[in-house]
């Protein structure tokens, strides 16, 4: 079955960088679409960023354009989520999730992906705070 684990969140200070990895398993990368969600306390889980798997197309959320870079290894079946100049307000367990692209844009299903999107990993914490 679709396996997806995410890691390196951890405790950084306002204006560090870090680096998350999403490894998947369990389905091929031919057409998928890969993305981050945050979900901070309190607040309903919102899209970060979208990765098609075929052509590595992108999509950001205003929120963080600029500041964060997501790319993939397709050999390694993972997706990282490079994030630099963090703020406070990007506190949040971050999610990796992923679903079979289906016709539309990798912005569309990106938009809408925290609903949509059928296989999520479990989480990774990232706190930014001094």
């Known amino acids: 079955q679709v396996q997806l684990v995410e890691s390196g969140g951890g405790l950084v200070q306002p204006g560090g960088s870090l680096r998350l990895s999403c490894a998947t398993s369990?389905?091929?990368?031919?057409?998928?679409?890969i993305g981050w969600f945050r979900q901070a306390p309190g607040k309903e889980r919102e899209v970060v960023s979208c990765?098609?798997?075929?052509?590595?197309?992108?999509y950001y959320a205003d929120s963080v354009k600029g500041r964060f870079t997501i790319s993939r290894d397709n050999a390694k079946n993972t997706v990282y989520l490079q994030m630099k100049s963090l703020k406070p307000e990007d506190t949040a367990v971050y999610y990796c999730?992923?679903?079979?692209?289906?016709?539309?844009?990798?912005?569309?299903?990106?938009?809408?992906?925290?609903?949509?999107?059928?296989?999520w990993g479990q989480g990774t914490q990232v706190t930014v705070s001094s």
């Open positions: 999730a992923a679903d079979p692209f289906f016709g539309t844009t990798v912005q569309a299903m990106c938009i809408v992906g925290a609903k949509l999107f059928g296989s």
């Open positions: 369990g389905f091929t990368w031919d057409n998928y679409v």
């Open positions: 990765i098609s798997s075929s052509d590595g197309s992108t």
